[in-house]
């Protein structure tokens, strides 16, 4: 996540606040490249869907066995009409 944050550094210092809630740093069993590409699409989807102004929250809990990452920002959302297709 820190890697993918780094590289966007530059189009979020002009107007994002990235508020880290890192609440456990657990290993995660997986490939480091998958990894960084899922963090890659859910952070820069949402700092696309806020226009790159506003409040980008991670937060990383480890919770019995399994791990929870939660990216959350201030922006408008998806459209109803696109979130059904959203998986196709």
Request: net charge negative; charged share 20%.
């Amino acid at each position: 996540i820190e890697t993918v944050l780094t590289l966007y550094q530059n189009k979020m210092k002009s107007g994002v606040e990235c508020i880290r809630l890192y609440h456990s740093n657990p290993m995660i069993m997986g490939y480091p490249d998958e990894l960084i590409q899922i963090w890659t699409n859910l952070i820069y989807n949402a700092l696309q869907a806020m226009q790159f102004k506003g409040i980008l929250t991670i937060q990383v809990e480890e919770k019995q066995s399994e791990v929870e990452v939660a990216i959350q920002y201030n922006g408008p959302g998806i459209a109803l009409g696109i979130q059904k297709r959203m998986f196709e």
